[in-house]
Nanobody, 114 residues
Framework: VQLQASGGGLVQAGDSLRLSCAAS????????LAWFRQAPGKEREFVAW????????SYGDSVRGRFTISRDNTKNTAYLQMNNLKPEDTAMYYC????????RGQGTQVTVSS
């Protein structure tokens, strides 16, 4: 499956954004999915993960309680709802198969101004 993230943008602290991850290729519904982010000069950071059926989720400590991962297997799309954004959320965001960062496709930039 090939993945492409979209929906990023420039927002102010406290705003919300919803990222989308569109999949093509192998049946989307058989893959667990994850979101990672990476800011310039910083380590890659795990953001969120969801099972293939959407029945289990996990989150990174820095986003838990503010971000929600979901998916719609009928649309071959996963989502990352980001609320109460902070400047430290500024990064390029990628969706991946399970937690395999090498499987990422095109990312989407999120920039949060203070």
């Amino acid at each position: 499956v090939q993945l492409q993230a979209s929906g990023g943008g420039l927002v102010q602290a406290g705003d919300s954004l919803r990222l989308s991850c569109a999949a093509s290729g192998r049946p989307f519904s058989t893959n667990h999915l994850a979101w990672f982010r990476q800011a310039p000069g910083k380590e890659r950071e795990f953001v969120a993960w969801i099972t293939s059926r959407g029945d289990l989720r996990s989150y990174g400590d820095s986003v838990r309680g503010r971000f929600t991962i979901s998916r719609d297997n009928t649309k071959n799309t996963a989502y990352l709802q980001m609320n109460n954004l902070k400047p430290e959320d500024t990064a390029m965001y990628y969706c991946t198969k399970s937690r395999d960062f090498a499987s990422r496709g095109q990312g989407t930039q999120v920039t949060v101004s203070s």
